[in-house]
């Protein structure tokens, strides 16, 4: 059986990572605030990425 917590990172957090990710990048290409669009960036990736590597662990 599939626990809780893999349900929630692999349908809740990512989609919020996400989101976060897309704010942050917004917020500092507005401001020309290069640290921010940074952190976006690797959010947003995190985001895309970080299910592949944790999910096949919690799933067995």
Same mark, same amino acid.
């Given at each position: 059986m599939v626990s809780d917590f893999a349900i929630i990172f692999s349908h809740i957090i990512p989609p919020i990572m996400g989101f976060v990710g897309i704010l942050l990048m917004c917020t500092g290409i507005m401001d020309k605030n290069n640290q921010y669009t940074l +952190? *976006? @960036?690797? @959010? %947003? %990736? +995190? +985001? *895309?990425? /970080?299910?592949? %590597? @944790? /999910?096949p662990y919690l799933l067995f």
């Open positions: +952190a *976006g @960036i690797v @959010i %947003f %990736f +995190a +985001a *895309g990425v /970080l299910p592949f %590597f @944790i /999910l």
